[in-house]
Every structure is written in structure tokens, then in C-alpha cells.
Nanobody, 126 residues
Framework: VQLAESGGGLVQAGKSLTLSCTAS????????AGWFRQAPGKEREFVAA????????DYADSVKGRFTVSRDVAKNTVYLQMNSLEPEDTAVYSC????????????????????WGQGTQVTVSS
């Protein structure tokens, strides 16, 4: 399984950006998805997760109310809509996928994921 992120870039604080993560397989619906980020000098941290069907979602407290994760099963794509961006959101954002038999499962822990994308840089200027 290959995951490809896109949509990163440089934006001003307060603006919005949408990241996309597209899987190379047609059975992506068997996978729960997650978004993580890593800022320079910091550990990778959980951002958001979506269940296999996208109905259930989970967010880190730092992004709750500003970020929205969604998925288009037909397009094998997971999105991360980021609003009201802050300089503290600057990081490399990566998507991840974990195969699971449970439709509603959500995963916050990075090391349980099976596949990762290469990441996309998001830089928020003040």
C-alpha cells in the first residue's frame, strides 16, 4: 500500500489549508486512517483519525474545533481540512493507514499503523 499526501504549503496564520492522502489500492476502505505531524526538534504527534467508513473521528486537543478529518471511500482518499492555522501548526504532516476488521476503530498511536506516506510540509507564518 502506498500513501501519497498533497496540499501542503506556506500560509499565513488564520488561513486554511486542506491536505489529501490518496492510497494506491482499491481496498483502502479496509483501513482506518490517521494524520500525524512532526515539527523540527519535536516528536511525532497524533493529529486526527478517521474510521474505515469515515463516520467516526478523533482529534488531538490542540486541533479540535479547527481541523476536520474526512474520507472519500470511492476515491481512496482521506482529507485533513485545517482552519484557523497557527504558527504552532507548522510541521511535516503524514497520513497513515491501519488495516482493521472493525469499521468504527480509531487509532491514536503511531506504531500501530501499517503504512505511512512520506509527508507534506505545512508552514504557517505569523
Amino acid at each position: 500500500v502506498q500513501l501519497a499526501e498533497s496540499g501542503g504549503g506556506l500560509v499565513q496564520a488564520g488561513k486554511s489549508l486542506t491536505l489529501s492522502c490518496t492510497a494506491s489500492i482499491g481496498t483502502f476502505r479496509r483501513y482506518a486512517a490517521g494524520w500525524f505531524r512532526q515539527a523540527p526538534g519535536k516528536e511525532r504527534e497524533f493529529v486526527a483519525a478517521a474510521s474505515r467508513d469515515g463516520v467516526d473521528t478523533d482529534y488531538a486537543d490542540s486541533v479540535k474545533g479547527r481541523f476536520t478529518v474526512s474520507r472519500d471511500v470511492a476515491k481512496n482518499t482521506v482529507y485533513l481540512q485545517m482552519n484557523s492555522l497557527e504558527p504552532e501548526d507548522t510541521a511535516v504532516y503524514s497520513c497513515a493507514a491501519k488495516e482493521t476488521v472493525f469499521v468504527s476503530s480509531l487509532f491514536r498511536t503511531a506504531n500501530v499503523y501499517d503504512y505511512w506516506g512520506q509527508g507534506t510540509q505545512v508552514t504557517v507564518s505569523s
